[in-house]
């Protein structure tokens, strides 16, 4: 019996000879960018699971990636104590798979790392300072460097291809009950809260998270009514409960097969092609 990992890296292979065979319809072929719902490491994540339905992906997404790294480029070296920027490494990578295998889509999941990651607690205020506990004018001012982030992934992909279209979701309201990923990394969002003591989950965290999400979900609608061709997946409030969650902020696989059903609809109705009949 194939083991979990196995299935991943010949689903993988199987994308590989799919996107390079005549055979395969336009509308078969993705490419993706993304972070850890693209590229869940020991679950069926997303791509697997839409792999399976019958689509040719052609996967650059990469557990704990951030929207910065993917654009721009925040990865780097120091050399005799001279710091070096690497590059937009992953976006040029992005480019050269649409350039090479023309594909009808192109997915990105983006952003949940620069909200929930290293990030999140600059925009909480401790309980006992009296403050508002959300830091809003902060996070407004953040969402308009991520909007821009993404608008610039959107241009450069059209700028290869104008007929593709974009597809991206904005996640689901994340739960702070501590859980982590097999005891490995996480938790992301119960310890920033922690240090601020805003420590209610009904009263203080969930209304925090729900201004977090549905702010960068607020961009994501911009964009879709300001560009034709790219295309907001509103997945909020599809899991509103812990068990349906692998953790924190990942869900799980069940979860991420309901996720890949619903970005196939979408694709099926912009496309008219259906690669699973």
Do not use: C
């Not at 997915?107 to 999140?120: H, P």
């Not at 809003?136 to 992909?157: C, H, S």
């Not at 599809?238 to 059903?261: R, T």
């Amino acid at each position: 019996m194939a083991t979990l990992a196995q299935e991943k890296m010949e689903l993988e292979q199987l994308s590989e000879m799919m996107l390079l065979s005549k055979k395969t319809k336009h509308e078969q072929k993705l490419v993706v960018e993304g972070d850890s719902w693209f590229d869940y490491p020991l679950t069926k994540d997303i791509i697997d699971h839409l792999r399976k339905m019958g689509y040719a992906i052609k996967r650059h997404s990469k557990h704990g990636d951030t929207l910065e790294n993917m654009v721009f480029g925040s990865e780097y070296s120091i050399r005799k104590n001279v710091a070096i920027n690497n590059g937009d490494r992953g976006l040029q990578e992005v480019l050269t798979s649409v350039r090479i295998y023309n594909p009808r889509f192109v997915l990105f999941s983006a952003g949940g790392n620069d909200v929930v990651g290293s990030e999140f607690e600059q925009y909480l205020n401790h309980k006992n300072s009296g403050l508002k506990l959300f830091k809003e004018t902060n996070y407004n001012q953040n969402l308009l460097v991520m909007k821009n982030a993404i608008e610039q992934f959107l241009i450069r992909i059209w700028e290869v291809d104008p007929g593709i279209d974009i597809l991206m979701d904005g996640y689901d309201y994340a739960k702070p009950n501590g859980t982590t990923y097999l005891g490995i990394s996480g938790p992301w969002v119960l310890p920033g809260f922690a240090k601020k003591n805003i420590l209610n989950r009904e009263t203080e965290q969930e209304p925090i998270i729900k201004k977090l999400v549905d702010g960068f979900n607020g961009i994501l609608k911009e964009l879709d009514a300001a560009y034709e061709r790219f295309h907001h997946i509103d997945l909020r409030g599809v899991f509103p409960d812990d068990n349906m969650w692998d953790n924190e902020i990942h869900l799980k696989s069940q979860g991420y097969k309901k996720v890949a059903d619903i970005y196939h609809r979408k694709m099926e109705q912009i496309a008219g092609f259906n690669p699973v009949v």
